[in-house]
């Protein structure tokens, strides 16, 4: 049977000779529920609310958990435990200086939060599940946002895990750390219509088959980072219509595939970007292009039979467009192939072969 419990604690007084609204403050709401197929929902509206909700389920069919803040400074804090089944959690966060805590152990599980405001923060956490899907949507500046899909020992490894990290706004964070594999992990940030400037993006990735994704539209002055180990790992990043970003990758292990993009967006060219990358390994392939001015482009590959272009969405290998961009390209060891193109002014392409 299905158990559904609502708690609603919101007031909203509108006073005939004043223009604010009095909203609800300092309340708690705690549920807790065992046993399968539960349902909760919390809504809360006002400041300094909070909300804890724990699920438990043991080999049954899986829970939902809606919530919804609106207002400042609110917390909420979901537990969801289960060995069968899917458990989803649904928050909605509206309003400033609001934090959530997403905890979902074990069995295949859906976790959803939108935050809408400034200096928000969200932990998404994932253990010992398969097949589950964090998805965060954050619109404002200054938020935080962190999903680690963390792998235990035994019979309860994460496995084919999927993060989306989405944030539009300046001076926001994003954070993926994943353990395991067959993950994926994408990290958007900005869109065409809005500039998203001065953001900091890092992706993890410990294990085999994973994929990572970064992509930044109309950005400047932006931070990114991605580090892969393991083998047969996909990464991919884009920079459309930015300038000033900085974007470092470190991938170790064999068989790995690599493309990147500094390009055009609404008729704007991409500058003063730089990308730097170190591949180390075995087999490994690399290959992207670049369309703008006085960029950087700093690839460093160990190993054996690793190729730069003529394989994995072939570009070929480094292209260029446009002036005063500058690609090196540095390979150690044995059988190694690297392909530059260069079309454009003042532009430098250095290939080195030990």
Request: cysteine-free.
């Amino acid at each position: 049977m299905r158990q559904l419990l609502k708690i609603t604690t919101t007031l909203a007084l509108g006073l005939v000779f004043t223009a604010g609204t009095t909203f609800a403050q300092s309340n708690n709401a705690s549920v807790d529920q065992s046993g399968d197929d539960n349902g909760a929902t919390v809504e809360q509206v006002g400041s300094s609310n909070d909300a804890a909700l724990t699920q438990r389920n043991y080999g049954g069919s899986g829970h939902e958990a809606d919530l919804y803040q609106e207002g400042t400074d609110n917390m909420a804090e979901v537990l969801s435990q289960g060995g069968a089944g899917t458990n989803m959690v649904d928050l909605d966060q509206v309003g400033a200086n609001n934090s959530a805590t997403i905890a979902q152990l074990w069995g295949q599980n859906t976790a959803e939060i939108a935050q809408t405001g400034d200096e928000n923060v969200v932990n998404v956490q994932h253990r010992g599940s398969y097949q589950s899907t964090a998805e965060v949507m954050q619109d404002g500046d200054g938020n935080v946002a962190e999903v680690l899909d963390i792998g235990q020992t035994g019979s309860n490894p994460n496995t084919g895990n999927e993060a989306v990290i989405d944030q539009d706004g300046d001076g926001n964070e994003g954070v993926v750390d994943q353990a395991g594999d067959d993950h994926s992990a994408t990290l958007k940030q900005g869109d065409s219509a809005y500039e998203s400037d001065g953001n900091y993006g890092d992706i993890r990735q410990e294990g085999n088959g994973n994929t990572a994704s970064f992509s930044l539209k109309r950005g400047d002055n932006n931070d990114v980072s991605i580090s892969q180990t393991g083998d047969q790992n996909y990464s991919e990043y884009s920079v459309a219509s930015g300038d000033g970003n900085d974007l470092d990758v470190s991938v170790e292990g064999t068989a790995n595939r690599t493309r990147f993009s500094i390009d055009s967006d609404w008729g704007s060219f991409s500058s003063s970007n730089t990308l730097s990358v170190d591949k180390d390994g075995s087999t490994n392939y690399f290959t992207g292009s670049i369309k703008g001015s006085s960029n950087t482009v700093d690839v460093t590959q160990h190993g054996d039979a690793n190729r730069i272009g003529s394989d994995w969405y072939t570009k070929d290998g480094v292209s260029i467009v446009g002036d005063g961009n500058s690609a090196t390209i540095t390979q150690m060891s044995d059988m190694n192939s690297a392909s530059v193109t260069v079309n454009g002014s003042n532009n430098t392409a250095t290939v080195t072969q030990n």
